[in-house]
């Protein structure tokens, strides 16, 4: 198995020096640093969070603290959780307040009290706390359930991890492309766990050897569940068109953007499809859009507070699936409370001629986004590849930006890549799935 770890897992930097998944040659074995071990087993949970979830937890202790309003637990190794009450009754697991079968909560917040206190609390064989609440109703919870949820700040950034994965692992033009073969991430369950855990941390991930013919996306979109589908169709055919109705199905060079910022959710994974390649030309570009977010807060932070802060107006009209209008704002750096990037909506040929903000506030704006345009085509920065027919890319919409090469015009058709678009909540709903069925939990 480890051999099938070390083909997808990238050399690749990290940001800050930290390093994690990288690979060890030696004497024509690769070898696992004890924290890849950790990040294999479990991309989508830190080091600290495997360890804890391994872990049998047993509690030493409970009681109500704050005339009730708290309860305190006292593990076993010493550490200790409180828990608001208002949140232990909201979160009763007894079938009359959660349907389990949905996994949904039952009891209607109309009727929480919000300012409830216990009125006895118990300890159950060390594995079980139990709860009378003022009315006669009883709530268990589990010690596993609630250590789970324990609301110190070092518990909460593990269960965000758990949930989301949010660690990303930066690269420049020193890429080693992930890749990985189509019909195993089609037909094996691990393949695709890989996959999917790839494309999250690093954001790019080429798979090989799909066959070179239209239709072979929809196989892809099935795996994970459905592809997104948007006024060029559920999947779309990039290829030099006359009256050409997007500047990507002309033959002329694409500078590096984010597909779709005219909408008001863009697609958050893209996927395109190699089935003819240009002889001359046609290179395809990529860049790492978070890691030169990175870059320009730290040289120049008036130049990323303009970009992440200024809504831009982009627009998209035509006739394809079907007609469409769409107009939509967008920042081009969509940042979190940390101030961290997010999302980037960039693409300078949707950009619209409309700009919603103050005269004096444009030129400083331009010359913002000049410095990040400049970063994203430093050579530094972007790495270039060509695909090969049978290819696909898979790629992180959100923080990679791709862009093309030109290619000489033709009597025929020279160059043909078919694209689709799925969206993040359903990518990470299938890799969450084959997590239980990889590892065999949640």
């Known amino acids: 198995m480890w051999r099938a770890v070390a083909s997808v897992l990238p050399r690749a930097k990290v940001p800050g020096g930290r390093v994690c998944c990288l690979l060890l040659a030696q004497k024509g074995r690769s070898l696992l640093t004890r924290s890849t071990q950790h990040c294999w087993q479990s991309p989508a949970l830190g080091f600290h969070t495997t360890q804890l979830l391994s872990m049998k937890a047993l509690i030493q202790k409970v009681e109500a603290l704050d005339k009730g309003h708290f309860v305190r637990v006292e593990w076993e190794d010493g550490s200790e959780s409180h828990y608001p009450c208002v949140w232990l009754r909201d979160n009763c697991q007894c079938p009359r307040c959660f349907l389990r079968s949905a996994g949904a909560r039952r009891l209607l917040f109309e009727d929480l009290d919000v300012n409830i206190v216990v009125k006895e609390v118990t300890l159950a064989d060390r594995k079980k706390v139990s709860i009378t609440w003022p009315d006669e109703h009883s709530s268990d919870y589990e010690a596993e359930w609630l250590r789970k949820r324990c609301f110190s700040e070092k518990a909460r950034a593990e ?108 697609p958050g994974v893209q996927f395109l499809h190699c089935i003819k390649q240009t002889a001359a030309g046609g290179e395809s570009e990529v860049v790492d859009g978070f890691h030169v977010c990175s870059k320009l807060k730290e040289q120049n932070p008036q130049a990323y507070q303009i970009l992440s802060s200024t809504a831009v107006d982009y627009t998209d009209v035509g006739v394809d699936f079907c007609e469409f209008a769409v107009q939509c704002k967008q920042r081009i750096i969509d940042v979190d409370a940390r101030g961290q990037a997010v999302r980037i909506n960039y693409n300078n040929a949707t950009r619209d001629t409309v700009f919603d903000i103050p005269a004096e506030k444009v030129r400083p704006f331009y010359a913002a986004l000049k410095e990040f345009n400049d970063l994203l085509n430093s050579t530094e920065h972007k790495f270039t590849y060509k695909l090969k027919p049978g290819d696909v890319v898979t790629m992180d919409n ?39 069925r990889v590892l065999g939990r949640d």
Not at 188 to 208: F, H, P, Q, R
Not at 403 to 421: D, F, K
Request: charge should be neutral; charged fraction near 25%; hydrophobic fraction near 40%.
């Open 159 to 266: 269960m965000r991890e758990d949930l989301f994965l949010p660690e990303h692992q930066y690269w420049g033009s020193d890429l080693q492309l992930p890749k990985m073969p189509f019909e195993e991430v089609l037909y094996n369950d691990e393949s695709a766990y890989k996959w999917l855990c790839t494309l999250k941390k690093v954001g790019i991930v080429l798979l090989t050897g799909a066959a070179a013919r239209e239709g072979e996306l929809l196989k892809l979109g099935h795996r994970i569940g459905f592809l997104r589908l948007t006024f060029y169709g559920p999947t779309w055919q990039v290829q030099d068109k006359a009256d050409a109705n997007n500047v990507a199905y002309t033959t002329g060079k694409l500078c590096f953007h984010t597909d779709y910022p005219a909408l008001q959710h863009p």
């Open 398 to 436: 959100w923080r990679v930006l791709h862009g093309r090469q030109s290619y000489p015009p033709g009597a025929e058709l020279t160059r043909h890549l078919e694209g689709a678009y799925a969206d993040w909540d359903v990518v990470m709903s299938r890799l969450r799935l084959l997590r239980r």
